[in-house]
């Protein structure tokens, strides 16, 4: 399939290289409950997606590929606040007893154009960052009963590589309501075109996010813990979503990538694995596209206080007091 100019309308079919040994050593998931967004593509799985064909294959592929596996469907659609609490109220009343194991925020996209969702705010952002806040402050009871019953929970962000490029601090003009006044859709990713630069602020909130919410954490002495993850280079959907809407003209990058699925491990790394409140994983190969996930340490950008602040005030704002 050619990944230069032209049509890009799948991902790119690539070898798992990884992932068979990996999988073989995770711990078992019996009777815990995981809700993960964007999963279009042992445990009670809930998944969060908006209402689609898609959403519908993807549900009855995970039934048909492992055999007796327990999954729900909730329809959550990222880009509309009503929606999101509307899905919330939903697994509040249906995890009241037992709660939940972990809340895994992996939904994303990617270099859409310069727009508002609903709410007001630009596309990336409240799908990104925005409505895993307000779905994670709306389960944050269920995620305590769960840690209370089995002794921990989790909280998973999906940030990515991009959090570094362009390299600039995060800026409360990309948490408010400034949908479709943040820089156009200048679309080249080696130049820092304004789609780039609005993902940039997205995956940049997800780990600022994942700290700040680990620093309230352990200050109320939770057994919920905050985690972060990203994938490394993986040939997805989103990269077939973000062509097809004019954010990606040159897919040539993607001969490069490694599977979907050992794009998933450092994600499965922060959902299963031993692991501490705060903790980042990545691939460990060169340039942390591919490999091995291991434990790093986020850049500057990505710790400073005044950022952590900032998020957690621009969020509230948008979605309302998060108590911990």
């Known amino acids: 399939m050619g990944c230069g ?10 070898p798992s290289k ?5 999988e073989a050593q995770m711990p078992s998931l019996q009777g815990k409950v995981f809700v993960i967004t964007g999963c279009t593509s042992g445990a009670h799985v809930v ?3 908006r209402k689609s ?11 048909q590929e492992v055999s007796g ?3 729900t469907a909730v329809d959550c659609d990222l880009q509309s606040f009503e929606s999101v609490r509307g899905a919330a109220q939903i697994l509040r009343s249906m995890f009241a007893d037992d709660g939940i194991d972990v809340l895994c925020n992996n939904a994303g996209v990617m270099a859409l154009e310069d727009k508002a969702t609903i709410d007001g705010y630009d596309v990336q952002m409240q799908t990104n960052h925005l409505s895993h806040f307000l779905l994670t402050k709306e389960l944050f009871p269920l995620l305590e009963k769960g840690a209370q019953l089995r002794g921990e929970a989790r909280v998973v962000n999906h940030s990515s590589g991009a959090r570094n490029v362009p390299k600039k601090d995060l800026q409360a003009k990309y948490l408010g309501q400034n949908g479709g006044n943040l820089g156009g859709n200048g679309s080249s990713m080696l130049a820092g075109g304004a789609r780039w630069q609005r993902y940039q602020q997205t995956k940049l909130a997800n780990v600022v996010f994942t700290l700040a919410l680990d620093e309230k954490l352990r200050a109320a002495n939770s057994k919920v813990k905050a985690l972060a993850a990203a994938p490394g280079l993986a040939a997805t959907n989103l990269q077939v979503t973000t062509h097809s809407e004019g954010g990606m003209s040159e897919t040539w990058i993607m001969r490069w990538a490694q ?11 922060c959902c299963t694995a031993g692991v501490e409140s705060g903790d980042f994983y990545e691939p460990g190969g060169t340039m942390r596209m591919k490999g091995i996930p291991q434990k790093f340490q986020l850049e500057p950008r990505c710790t400073k206080v005044e950022s952590r602040r900032m998020l957690w005030e621009e969020s509230e704002k948008a979605c309302g007091e998060f108590k911990i």
């Open 5 to 14: 100019s032209s049509a890009y309308k799948e991902p790119r079919k690539i």
């Open 18 to 22: 990884h992932f068979q040994n990996f």
């Open 47 to 49: 998944m969060l997606n």
């Open 53 to 63: 064909e898609r959403a519908k294959d993807a549900e009855q592929k995970l039934l």
């Open 69 to 71: 596996s327990q999954v």
């Open 259 to 269: 599977s979907a699925e050992d794009g998933t491990m450092p994600l499965l790394c």
